[in-house]
């Protein structure tokens, strides 16, 4: 277990104030912050890279506040890689091994096990030059996992890539926890990650935690402005899908969502709803529970039901209107809560009030599975 | 011009001449020796400038920068004075380290008007390698040293390869300040320059044209490295 005490660190631009936090062994934590906001440094601070001015860090019991990198067993993944461009990918991933001076066999095994696992083991002989940033953000993956640290720093590892390959290294860290059972802290500025990856997320925000808590107490309950102002546009539930024609339905509180997204998998067949399923299973929960989102400037209200081909039409009543000037946003109750954004000229034109009787229509293209 | 002169017969043999060898040898020996200090110091000192924030850096900097604005005669006469006429310099020549008209002044001479250029490249060449390779190496078990050595040294290869280059091409053509702390003593402190130097002040041109044509050759192969190797020499 890993449990920073009160620590704090000022650089100037960046600071910490008084973060307290524990992450269970195991446990995968997300950081979630806008950028500035300290996250970095919190990373570094635990990797022994920066020293705190004040507090303790604490990895399995001992303290390593003032203990060298080297001997803390944490390793590093930053976003832009900062792979060893004068060596290959091979002895970039037993870097640390030789300089541990670990057996050769050893070496050879732990590489090419960790290059099966990330699939990069055909890369071995090129420079990191050649590599795209996929390739890259896998080789200084399998770089730091060969150490089999204890706690297995991320800072924003994939927010440097583009969104397909993304995707699919999110699906593989996933699978590198699970595999490895590592403590893994993850550093992003991205929410899908937050839902697809986080056992616990904690929320940053100029230099402090303010926020703790799993992924739907953090977006249910907002604590910050920030994770507010990102339900603001996004209306995100957690359901049980099941299969209907071929596309995924989602369940929530009863409510039947429809979404575009193809029963069988993406693009390459290789994720949908079943491996969804076989994920929940595996991770014990009940039916394949995934989450859904639905931006707001894609419902449309109407006080009548709409003759559309939108698949997804509910009735609920109006709960709360918050003006914000140009855009105005409406809570509606359709037995769960939904919010829509208006233009003010829009909410004008529909003279709304709290408890007046709505229909909400949106397509099924609008209904975005993670 | 200065190679259309005399043929090349009269070049090949002067180059056979006593003087002229006696001085090709003495500048290569001269000018690697300065490189190589150069280097030593250069390395760490440009390391720490570009790596660490302490009291009176700029300070530091700008006087480590001086040599470069300042006319390498003027600088050579400063070295005389230091290690002839100062209580540093005569403690130190009583070590035998005597540097006033011997070819260990030589050394001295270049490596104090060269040192300025290597550090400058080699400060440019750390700065641009981010600290983060480093903070990678020490998570993966290295010690400081092993990052440095490991990791950034081989990754500034590059600039040490470009600044020796320049600072070994820059040594082997200092007159300046050679001239002031070495003298000019044929035979002696008789280095390519010196002997263009000493040659043409008695007439005797075709040794002088010898001397000239093989610093131009020397500046036109650094230059060929420089251009073949990094792209020219304005990334520095």
């Known amino acids: 277990m890993l449990r920073i005490e009160k620590v704090s660190k000022d650089l100037g631009d960046f600071v910490l104030r008084d973060v307290s936090l524990e992450v269970g062994s195991g446990e995968y934590l997300v950081i979630i912050g806008p950028t500035g906001s300290g996250k970095t440094i919190l990373m570094e601070t635990v990797a022994g890279i920066s020293s705190p001015d004040e507090g303790r860090i604490f990895l399995d019991g001992r303290e390593i506040t003032r203990e060298v990198p080297r001997n803390r067993k944490v390793c590093m993944v930053y976003q832009d890689f900062m792979l060893f461009p004068h060596l290959s990918v091979k002895e970039n991933i037993a870097f640390g091994l030789r300089v541990r001076k670990a057996a050769t066999d050893e070496i050879e095994e732990r590489v090419n096990e960790a290059s099966e696992l990330l699939g990069i083991s055909h890369l071995h002989h090129r420079m990191p030059e050649t590599l795209s940033g996929g390739e890259k953000q896998r080789v200084s993956i399998a770089r730091a996992i060969v150490m089999e640290p204890k706690v297995l720093l991320l800072d924003e590892p994939l927010s440097a890539l583009d969104g397909v390959t993304r995707e699919k290294l999110r699906r593989e860290l996933k699978r590198i926890h699970e595999v490895y059972g590592t403590t893994i802290i993850h550093v992003t500025h991205n929410f899908e990650e937050v839902f697809s990856l986080a056992d616990k997320v904690a929320v940053m925000s100029r230099g402090e935690i303010v926020q703790v808590g799993t992924p739907e107490d953090i977006f249910r309950r907002p604590r910050c402005e920030m994770i507010a102002n990102f339900v603001g546009v996004e209306n995100i539930f957690r359901g049980v899908a099941s299969k209907s024609r071929g596309l995924v339905e989602i369940e929530v509180e009863g409510l039947k969502i429809a979404s575009a997204t193809s029963w069988n998998g993406d693009e390459d067949g290789k994720w949908g709803a079943d491996q969804w399923r076989v994920r929940a299973i595996r991770e014990g929960k009940k039916g394949s529970e995934v989450f859904a989102s639905v931006r707001s400037e894609d419902i449309l209200i109407s006080k009548a039901p709409l003759e559309s081909s939108a698949r997804n039409s509910f009735e609920g009543r109006v709960v709360e209107i918050s003006n914000g000037g140009t855009m105005v946003k409406v809570w509606v109750d359709v037995g769960i809560p939904f919010m829509v954004m208006l233009t003010r000229r829009g909410y004008e034109e529909m003279d709304l009030a709290v408890g007046d009787h709505v229909y909400l229509t949106f397509k099924a293209t609008a209904v975005h599975v993670f | 011009m200065v190679l259309s002169r005399s043929p090349p017969e009269t070049f090949l043999a002067t180059l056979r001449s006593e003087e002229i060898q006696f001085a090709i040898g003495l500048s290569l020996k001269t000018s690697i020796a300065s490189t190589v200090l150069c280097i030593l110091v250069a390395v760490p000192a440009a390391y720490a400038l570009a790596r660490y924030d302490f009291p009176g850096k700029s300070l530091v900097s700008a006087i480590l920068d001086m040599p470069l604005s300042l006319p390498p005669l003027v600088a050579g006469i400063g070295l005389l004075l230091f290690f002839g006429a100062s209580m540093p310099g005569k403690e130190l020549a009583e ?142």
């Open chain 2, 95 to 236: 070590f035998g380290l005597v540097f006033v008209f011997t070819p260990a002044g030589i050394v001295v001479a270049q490596f104090f008007v060269n040192v300025p250029f290597m550090l400058r490249i080699m400060r440019s060449t750390f700065e641009g390698i981010s600290p983060r390779y480093e903070h990678v190496a020490k998570t993966l078990g290295c010690t400081d040293a092993q990052a440095i050595l490991r990791v950034t040294l081989p990754m500034a290869s590059n600039g040490l390869l470009a600044g020796s280059v320049i600072t070994w091409s820059k040594g082997i053509g200092e007159f300046g300040a050679v001239l002031m702390l070495a003298g000019a003593t044929r035979m002696r402190t008789e280095t390519l320059p010196i002997s263009l130097f000493l040659n043409m002040s008695c007439g005797r041109l075709d040794e002088a044209i010898s001397a000239a044509t093989i610093l131009i050759l020397v500046s036109v192969v650094s230059l060929c490295v420089f251009e073949w190797r990094f792209g020219g020499l304005r990334h520095f």
